[in-house]
Structures are given as structure tokens and as C-alpha cells.
């Protein structure tokens, strides 16, 4: 069976491609984030390490067409990124007779997407429509459960990246970072992550 995982390099898909590490490919999306750089080289580490395929798609150009002009914004370029990033990893998937996608979100809802459920339940209806399963494992989970998942398993969560900043090391201060800190503190794990503040 073939599985793509769309992965970020994050704590979250990290996870899930050492639970699927038989049988995933990995699908990164550099979509202008301004973190794109730093996922992709955390990405590659754990790639590397277990001799998986990682699939890069370079679109850094949406993410400016969608801010471009609006001033600062400390948040990624694209509200609603998840509708663009599981259509492209479905479409990819059909092309490319995948017969599933792992999104390996956590059940904290995002602080820039409100509607994320309804977002969701609709992709899978998409996924449906092209014949392949969209997996959501963690959708019932917290991200300090995960963390204690991960930690348990001996998987490098400080070679993750969730800064929406895109610096070397974690600002410390954004909401990924903040959401972070508090899954380590709530999980009672060691937070090894380096952060600027």
C-alpha cells in the first residue's frame, strides 16, 4: 500500500513518519512560508536518517501573491493554507496512485483558522471523490500527548522546527512556538528546542 505524508518538519508529521516509516513517501510543500527553509532542512534530517523519499514542491511565489502588499504579518502568508496544501498532496497522491494521504494534525484548533473542522471534513469528501483516504491519526490527540509519544519512542523532537518565524533557531514568542512550549510543559518532557526569548 502506498501512503504520502504531507510533512513540515514539525513535531506532528515528524511523529507520524516514524509510526509510518515502512510505508510512507513524504511530501514537502514550500508555499512561501517564511519557516520553508528551516522545515525543509529538518525534514530532510529525519529523511535522511531512516532512507525515506522526500518529494519537495516549490511554489515560494503563492505565499508572497497572498501577503504581498498587507504590511508585517507575523503569521504564515495564508490563512486558510491546509485547503491549499491537502488539495495539491491529493492531487499528487491520484496522480501519482497513492492510495492514501496522512495529515497529521493535532486537535488544538489553529489560532489562524477558526473553521478548520468544516475545512477539513470537506477535503475529505474531496479525497473521496479521487478515490484515496484522507488519515487524520492525531486529529483526536494533543500535541503533549504527542510529545510524550515521541519522546517515548527516542525521536529528536529538538530537531523539529514550528517557529513561524523561519529563523535558525525558534523565536520563543510566536504561537507555534508558544503552542510548543506549552505541549513539552503540559507533557512533563524535557523541551531541548533553542529559542531566541
Do not use: W
Not at 525543509?40 to 511554489?59: F, Q, S, T, V, W
Not at 498532496?89 to 496522512?102: D, F, G, H, P, S
Amino acid at each position: 500500500m502506498k501512503l504520502l505524508l504531507l510533512y513540515s518538519g514539525g513535531i506532528n508529521s515528524t511523529i507520524a513518519l516514524y509510526k509510518f516509516k515502512d510505508v510512507v513517501d513524504c511530501l514537502f510543500i514550500d508555499y512561501g512560508q517564511r519557516s520553508a527553509r528551516m522545515q525543509r532542512e529538518m525534514a530532510r534530517y529525519h529523511c535522511e536518517k531512516l532512507g525515506k523519499k522526500l518529494i519537495e514542491i516549490r511554489i515560494p511565489s503563492l505565499g508572497k501573491a497572498f501577503y504581498d502588499g498587507l504590511g508585517i504579518r507575523l503569521n504564515e502568508p495564508i490563512v486558510h493554507r491546509n485547503v491549499i496544501l491537502l488539495s495539491i498532496a491529493l492531487t499528487y497522491a491520484k496522480e501519482r496512485n497513492y492510495e492514501e494521504v496522512i495529515f497529521a494534525t493535532a486537535s488544538e484548533e489553529c489560532l489562524f483558522e477558526k473553521d478548520k473542522p468544516l475545512i477539513l471534513s470537506t477535503m475529505k469528501r474531496l479525497a473521496e471523490i479521487y478515490g484515496i483516504k484522507l488519515s487524520m491519526p492525531f486529529v483526536n490527540l494533543s500535541k503533549s500527548l504527542l510529545v510524550k509519544i515521541g519522546a517515548k519512542q527516542g525521536i529528536e523532537l529538538d530537531k523539529t522546527y514550528s517557529c513561524l518565524l523561519g529563523h535558525k533557531y525558534h523565536c520563543g514568542v510566536c504561537s507555534q512556538c508558544q503552542a510548543r512550549k506549552i505541549a513539552f510543559k503540559e507533557a512533563g518532557i524535557k523541551d531541548e528546542t533553542v529559542y531566541l526569548r
